[in-house]
Structure formats: C-alpha cells, structure tokens
C-alpha cells in the first residue's frame, strides 16, 4: 500500500480501479520498469517501431494511390520523426538510465517535442505538433498491440490519474463511468476542482509527481474529505473506507431530509441558498438540493471542448433550459469567464506571461463585440423563460462596467426592434472580484442592481497568488484577514444602498466559512448542489448571534492560519455533526 | 570540413516534404552533415532538428559537412536546395 497526501478539492470517498493518462490524455498502463526489464523494455520499443514505420509505410502507400504522392508524402516524413536518431537516443536513456516502461518515455519525449512545437512562433511548426501526436499515437499502438484508449472510452468505476486536466478534457468525461479524479498539479480554486465539485465526485488535487507509482488496474482509495489517496489499499484500510462510505451514506439521506425546509438560523433569519452550476443538466440537481435559485451560471461550457464558436442558438437553448427548468426561481446568467489563452477563436496577438492579468472575461467579451453580442442576445431572448438575472465577471473598472451595459442596451433596443420581448424585470450585476471594484463600489453603487463576491479571484488577485501553482498555492488562503475586510466593505456598501450581495466562490461550500459570512452581514450564498444540505444544516444549527460572535472575533485575527483554526474550533462546537462527517 | 550557404527557395520553406528528403540524402553519407541557421545548428538526420530551424523561403542556411565523403554530400545536398526538393 502506498498512502499520498494532495489538496482534497471536491469531498466523498471513492474506491475504484486507476486509469492513467499521460500529458497529452492517452492512457498508459503504467510507468517504471524494475532495472533488469530494461533491456526487454528498450527492445520491445525497438520493435514497436519498426513495426510503426511498417504502418506509416502502409498508410502512406494507401494516401498516395487514393489522393496522390503530395499528401502521401506526409508519411513518409512521419516516418522519419519516427527514426529521428535525437528522438531514439531520449527514449534510450529514459529507459535504461532512468528505468521508464516504454510507454511512457514514448509519451514524454513526443510531448516534449509536440509542446515545443506548439509553442514556436512560426504557424508552420505549430502545424507540426499534430503530426508529431500522430506519430506518438501510432508508436504507443505498436507498442500496446491495440488502440490508444482516450477520456471519451473510460471503462466503468474508474478513477482518472493525470498530470492535470484541462477544462475541455473533463467535460468530455463520462459520469456515469468516473467514480473520483487525481491529479499531480493543480490548486483548491482550480477548474479541474470546480468540475469535480459540479460532478459531485471526490477529487484530489496538488499531489506532486506520482505517476510513476501507478499503473492502469491499481486499486485507488480517494479521499476527498482529507486529501488522501491510497494505492492497492491493504485490508484493514479498505474496511475502513467502506465503512466511512457507508455511514457517509446514511448522513446524506438524512440531511436530504432538510431538502423543503428553509436555510434559517434557530432564531429566524433566513439566509438565500443558491447553486453555482456549469452545465444545463445540473438544475435536476439543484431542485432536488431545495436549491432558492441558481446563484451563479458558468457559461464557459458552451465555448469549452467545442472546436467551433457556439451559435446564438446554442447560447438560447441552453439558458434557456436552466431558465425554465428553475420554474421562476432566480438563475443568475455570468457572461464569459476565459482567458484568451483558453479559447481556441480568439486567441491573443502576443503569447500572454500572465494570463490572470491579461486579457479575459470581461475584457476579452469587451475587445470582441462580435463574440460578446452572440452571448448577449441570447441571454436577453432566454429571459423571458424565467427569473433571469444577467452579470458580468472580472469588472475592475467603471468604464468597463458601463461599456457592458450599453452594449447591452444597444443588443435590447434591436431585439425590441424585431418585436422580441424583454421582461423589465431583468437586473444587471457584476461580480466582485477584483480588490479596485471593491475600493470604488460606493461609485459603481448606483449603476448596478446587485454584486456577487467571487472569492476564488478575489483572493488570487488580493493575495497575488495563481491558485493553480503548486509551489505557491498554500499561499492561497480564503480566509485571508485582508480578503475578509474586502468582503465585509463591498457586504457594508450594498447593504446602505439597499441592494443584494451574494457570495459565490468556494468559500460558501464550507460550512465554518459559510456561518462566518453570515455573521458579516450576508444573507445570500451560492454554492455547488451538493454541498447545499450540509450548509443548510449548518445555518439551521446556530443562532444569528453566534455568527456575528464568530465574524467580530474572526475579523480581528491577524493571519488566515489564526482565522481557520478559529473557525474550526467555533465549527466543531456548534455543529459537531458536520465536522464529524468530514 | 566543408562549407557552404544554401537558400530555401521553396514557396513552403523547409517543411516536412523537403526535410524528409534531406534526412533520406544525408543518411546516404558517412560524414558529420549539419546546417546552422542564425546559431542554430541541425543534425542533417535529424527531422525534428531541421522542423526546428522554422526555415521559411528564402532563408540563408549554412551547410557544413564533416568526414571522407563531405564534397559528395555538400554537393549531394546543395542540388536538393537548387531543385526546391523536387518538390510540387
């Protein structure tokens, strides 16, 4: 048994079978050979190859008698990326020095290269990465003896193992199929944690280099609660764990009890319970979570894991599916939330150093009208589905905000045009999460309708870390005095000028962190359907005094360490159920 | 050693068609055959080398060539550049 420890993002606990993918999202069977199977390994890969070279051969031959010598050409190049003596003498010394199963030398010197190519100025090496993939593809065919399985053909009760994943690559994920994820990169506000959380899966993230001590078919334990993974779990762990899954069972049935009752303290203040959702098919969810609406609206599903730009319809349909499907409760619509280095249309002229700080969400939709009125459009013709609510992400300036909504305005003025009706209900707000919207707020005030603290970028951009890098994502910390001082002046704001502040990061999915925004004044969260009954328990344990001991305490702490065992210690005594569970 | 400066006069530049055939010439000589361009230095065997240079029409490459058989394949080599690899 091997036991590792990783940032848990997403909680549960999953036992399942491995299935490993290499950075490029082929499956590999496993990674290190013992010293004397190196020799079998490294000629079992010089066989692979030439038995490659014989296939790009053939499939050279079949393209030149069907389209001509031009194109059938291609293969006779591949093949020579195949031979390349560079490529042959790395995947040598990965083998018989650094004891690598074929396989996976096979996968890091391509991907090597592929990146290398991809990320050369000229359009022409780019192009080139595709062929160096198809290369890898067939090598890895040659060597397997069968086809390379990818994300799309995950067998049942697995548990997906990868370097890191792209938002497009779990998208593409089965759910019926993936029981939990872990990954070796990535931080607790990552997307690859928003997903899982949206999947309702354990996931663990941040793990540092273990590939190599995993194979396909190996047993897995996920523990999502405690970050704990464990590798062909002995006995008494693996009883353990069923164990802690059965009761953790037992403890969702009974908290979906709560699911009609409201989310009041014991002394009757009520606090609205809303749900972040990505995809259209989780409003099943929320309604069976008793969810008060959706809080916050991902739309970056319908431009993710597409290769082409999604139509007006594509946007209408979808709203307006979660419009409907939330009969009349409120569904909060955020605009585009990318950076530019995520979309395959658009992306930047220059590479971007510092994509956090470059152009996207609400500057990316703002230089690109054209992509941005799409978008629009079909918010406004959704609206009149249900109770919609319209925001813009990442507003850090006045101008910007003001720029949106008379782009919005304008897209307004010609839908009345064609006779399309806009319901005058309709609010416009903005997320904050940029620590100048929240130092101007008193002038945005009067200008918008309502605001919704993201805390995932509120404490990148107010701690100055990248939540997705490892080396500093202990850095990255919610609970942060400074970012509570941000959320308690924008609450402070609003509250003066009677309008609504909802906080929809992932703070709201704790339960100590959810009763200390409570007790600073907010009376809206919105978190992921499946955290809602935990919260709600939560709320319905503690009176509103006890929250604002909590928040007068806690916002005099000086350090986020000081603030989260506080919490903790406040948490276990008012609702020690919850913290038993986890 | 030997050597010379050779232009890419294809319209597509040193691109996968070309840079195979210039693999499959130099793997014919014995000698060392390399081509620099602005400093950096290709393995004439090598396909991800030559792809590297990124050589578009035009460029000015340098061929050096290293070994008993270096003027057969300098001069191998350099009908390949004069010829645009034959290439449709």
């Given at each position: 048994m091997l036991e590792l420890q990783g940032i848990a993002v997403s909680p549960g606990v999953a036992i399942g079978k491995a299935i490993v993918?290499?950075?490029?999202?082929?499956?590999?069977?496993?990674?290190?050979?013992?010293?004397?199977?190196?020799?079998?390994?490294?000629?079992?890969?010089?066989?692979?190859?030439?038995?490659?070279?014989?296939?790009?051969?053939?499939?050279?031959?079949?393209?030149?008698?069907?389209w001509g010598a031009n194109l059938g050409g291609i293969f006779s190049a591949q093949q020579q990326l195949l031979l390349d003596p560079h490529v042959r003498s790395e995947m040598e010394h990965l083998i018989r020095d650094n004891l690598y199963a074929a396989e996976y030398a096979v996968s890091e010197v391509f991907a090597k290269y592929a990146a290398a190519f991809r990320k050369a100025s000229s359009s022409f090496l780019a192009e080139r990465a595709a062929d160096v993939r198809d290369v890898e593809r067939t090598l890895l065919e040659a060597l397997t003896g069968k086809p390379t399985q990818t994300f799309a053909e995950i067998p049942p009760g697995s548990i997906v193992v990868s370097h890191d994943l792209t938002p497009g690559e779990t998208a593409s994920f089965d759910t019926e199929k993936v029981l939990a994820l872990c990954t070796e990169a990535g931080g607790p506000g990552g997307h690859t944690a928003i997903v899982a959380r949206g999947m309702e899966i354990p996931a663990v993230v941040g793990v540092g280099n273990f590939l190599h001590n995993i194979r396909s078919g190996d047993e897995l334990i996920i523990d999502g609660h405690l970050g704990r993974i464990f590798v062909s779990p002995d006995a008494p762990t693996r009883e353990r764990y069923l164990k802690r899954r059965i009761a953790r069972e037992s403890i969702v049935s009974e908290l979906s009890e709560l699911k009609d009752l409201p989310a009041v303290t014991s002394d009757g203040v009520h606090v609205e319970?809303?749900?972040?959702?990505?995809?259209?098919?989780?409003?099943?969810?929320?309604?069976?979570?008793?969810?008060?609406?959706?809080?916050?609206?991902?739309?970056?599903?319908?431009?993710?894991?597409?290769?082409?730009?999604?139509t007006e319809e594509d946007h209408f349909l979808a709203y307006q599916q979660v419009l409907r499907d939330m009969q009349g409760r409120p569904v909060v619509i955020r605009t585009l939330d990318l950076g530019a280095d995520k979309m395959g249309m658009t992306r930047p002229v220059e590479p971007e150093n510092n994509p956090f700080l470059g152009l996207r969400s609400i500057r990316l939709s703002l230089r690109n009208p054209a992509l941005f009125r799409v978008q629009v459009r079909a918010i406004l013709r959704a609206a009149s589905a249900g109770n919609c609510r319209i925001m813009f992400p990442m507003v850090t300036t006045l101008d910007e905000f003001r720029s949106a909504k008379f782009l919005l305005r304008?897209?307004?003025?010609?839908?009345?045009?064609?006779?399309?009706?806009?319901?005058?209900?309709?609010?416009?707000?903005?997320?904050?999460?940029?620590?100048?919207?929240?130092?101007?707020?008193?002038?945005?005030?009067?200008?918008?309708d309502f605001v919704s603290i993201g805390?995932?970028?509120?404490?990148?951009?107010?701690?100055?870390?990248?939540?997705?890098?490892?080396?500093v994502a202990d850095l990255y910390q919610a609970c942060?005095?400074?970012?509570?001082?941000?959320?308690?002046?924008?609450?402070?704001?609003?509250?003066?000028?009677?309008?609504?502040?909802?906080?929809?990061?992932?703070?709201?999915?704790?339960?100590?962190?959810?009763?200390?925004?409570?007790?600073?004044?907010?009376?809206?969260?919105?978190?992921?359907?499946?955290?809602i009954p935990v919260i709600k328990k939560a709320i319905r344990s503690?009176?509103?005094?006890?929250?604002?001991?909590?928040?007068?305490?806690?916002?005099?702490?000086?350090?986020?360490?000081e603030v989260e065992a506080f919490l903790m210690n406040q948490l276990a005594g008012l609702v020690p159920e919850i913290v038993l569970q986890a | 050693m030997i050597t010379r400066v050779v232009t890419v006069q294809n319209p597509e530049g040193l691109h996968m068609r070309p840079a195979d055939k210039l693999v499959r010439t130099a793997t014919n000589f014995q000698c060392q055959i390399e081509l620099e361009r602005a400093g950096q230095i290709a393995d004439c065997r090598s396909m991800i080398?030559?792809?590297?240079?990124?050589?578009?029409?035009?460029?000015?490459?340098?061929?050096?060539?290293?070994?008993p058989d270096a003027p057969m394949a300098i001069e191998a080599i350099s009908r390949l550049f004069d010829s645009q690899f034959d290439d449709p």
């Open positions: 993918f290499d950075r490029e999202g082929y499956s590999i069977a496993r990674c290190l050979v013992s010293r004397p199977e190196a020799q079998r390994e490294w000629q079992r890969l010089v066989e692979a190859v030439s038995k490659a070279h014989e296939v790009l051969g053939a499939r050279g031959k079949e393209t030149t008698d069907s319970l809303m749900a972040n959702v990505e995809f259209p098919n989780e409003t099943q969810a929320c309604l069976a979570r008793g969810a008060d609406g959706v809080g916050l609206y991902r739309t970056e599903f319908l431009y993710l894991g597409h290769d082409k730009e999604p304008s897209v307004a003025d010609d839908l009345t045009c064609e006779g399309i009706r806009i319901p005058s209900t309709l609010r416009v707000g903005m997320m904050v999460e940029v620590p100048a919207a929240v130092l101007m707020l008193d002038r945005f005030i009067e200008e918008i805390t995932n970028d509120l404490t990148q951009y107010t701690l100055a870390v990248d939540r997705s890098n490892v080396s942060d005095p400074a970012v509570l001082r941000l959320i308690k002046r924008t609450q402070e704001i609003t509250s003066e000028h009677g309008k609504s502040t909802s906080v929809c990061g992932e703070m709201s999915n704790n339960p100590a962190h959810a009763l200390l925004l409570v007790g600073m004044g907010i009376r809206s969260l919105s978190l992921a359907p499946s955290t503690v009176t509103l005094g006890q929250c604002e001991a909590m928040a007068w305490r806690a916002l005099r702490l000086g350090t986020a360490r | 080398g030559l792809l590297t240079l990124g050589a578009p029409q035009g460029t000015e490459l340098t061929l050096r060539a290293q070994g």
